[in-house]
């Protein structure tokens, strides 16, 4: 952010120096001028360079870990279902011993009496 703000106010500098008139006194400021302007635009640019890697970077980053977020929620809910699996086996075996087979039909009313 400051490094924005440099190059603005050399930029700004620059360009009064420029619209300004030009003799034997403001060549060496113009020149002064125009160096710093590009050492700052040089600083600038690297700086935004370096920024934009930085953000992709921390693009990925937060791909992988969402990512593995994903795994470990996965592997929660699969881990829930298993043990609901098994319980519910385990429920189902414990009532089959309880209740009679589906093959088997109970004698209707009108044969128990």
Known sequence: MSYRIE???????????N?????TSTL???EQAQRTFQNQREKYEKSRND????LKLLEENKVKVLQHQLVL??????SYNTSNHQHLELSL???????PMP???PPSWLEES
């Open 7 to 17: 190059y603005d106010a050399y930029r700004c500098d620059l360009e009064d120096l």
């Open 19 to 23: 619209l300004g008139p030009r003799d």
């Open 28 to 30: 060496p400021k113009l």
């Open 51 to 54: 920024l934009s890697v930085k």
């Open 73 to 78: 929620f996965h592997g929660a809910v699969a």
């Open 93 to 99: 075996q414990q009532a089959s011993t309880k209740l």
């Open 103 to 105: 093959d088997t039909e």
